[in-house]
Each structure stands twice: as C-alpha cells, then as structure tokens.
C-alpha cells in the first residue's frame, strides 16, 4: 500500500478522529442511537486512514497530498 497523504492531512485527521471519539463517548449527542454509531464509524476511519497514510478515496480519484519522493 503506498502512502499517498502527507503529514498535514494526517495530523488533520487525527484531530478529527479525537473530536469525532470525544463526541460519540464524552457527551450526550448519541447516547446508543445511530448518530453515536456514525461518530464513532467514521472517527475509526479517520483514524485508520491517518496511521495507515493512504486513503483509498484518494486512490480512486488521484490525489496525493504528499510530497513526491
């Protein structure tokens, strides 16, 4: 798998992952109903996108962030 997004669009999706896990745990927004679910689905994926550094969307459509070696 090669890394297509660069540090920038990872740290970003870092700070979204903890803001999406902070709202889906932390608060009273979902509390077990299908909104709670959604935060914390798509926290994981941009979690997982960002450790990993390759987002498939970008893949299927071209774009790389990062810089090229």
Not at 11 to 17: P, Q, S
Not at 45 to 69: D, F, Q
Request: proline fraction near 1%; include cysteine.
């Amino acid at each position: 798998m090669t890394v297509n997004m660069g540090k920038l669009d990872r740290g970003f999706r870092l700070v979204v992952a903890a803001a999406l896990f902070f709202l889906a745990a932390g608060t009273t927004v979902g509390d077990g109903t299908w909104l709670e679910w959604a935060f914390y689905g798509f926290g994981a994926v941009a979690l997982l996108t960002a450790l990993v550094g390759n987002c498939p969307l970008y893949s299927l459509l071209g774009i790389k962030t990062c810089r090229v070696s």
